[in-house]
C-alpha cells in the first residue's frame, strides 16, 4: 500500500496474482486543486487498475473497510482487497487520505 498527499491525494493497493512476485495496482487518485477546471462529469476519485486498461472513466462511488477486507466499488467494477499485511500506520494514513478525498461527499465512505 502506498498513500500520498499535496496536490494529488492518492490510495494505492498492491493486488497479489497467481504468479510469485506478480502484482497489479489499484490507485484512487483525486487532484482537488485542479478539479474545478474539469468537466463536472469527470471530478471525483479516478479509480484505476492496471489489468483493466480501459478503467479511464472509473470513478469511486463507495469503499467500506472491514477488518482485513476493503471492498471498493466504482462506477465500473467491485474490487475485493485482502490488507491483513498492510501495516496499521498505512491504514491510518489511507483512511486520513480518504476523508480528504471525500470532503464534498461525492461518495460512500465506511471506514469500519
Do not use: C, W
Not at 466499488?73 to 501495516?87: E, K, N
Request: overall charge negative; glycine content about 4%; aromatic content about 8%.
Amino acid at each position: 500500500m502506498t498513500n500520498e498527499f499535496g496536490d494529488d491525494l492518492i490510495v494505492s493497493f498492491a493486488v497479489d496474482q497467481d504468479a510469485p512476485d506478480d502484482v497489479l495496482s489499484v490507485i484512487l487518485m483525486r487532484t482537488p486543486k485542479f478539479e474545478h477546471l474539469l468537466d463536472q462529469t469527470k471530478r471525483g476519485v479516478h479509480v484505476s487498475h492496471e489489468g483493466y486498461p480501459d478503467s479511464e472513466d472509473e470513478y469511486l462511488r463507495r469503499i467500506v473497510f472491514r477488518g482485513s477486507l476493503i471492498e471498493v466499488q466504482s462506477t465500473r467494477r467491485t474490487y475485493l482487497l485482502d490488507v491483513s499485511r498492510v501495516h496499521s500506520s498505512e491504514l491510518k494514513s489511507a483512511r486520513r487520505i480518504l476523508k480528504r478525498m471525500n470532503a464534498d461527499h461525492a461518495f460512500e465512505l465506511d471506514l469500519d
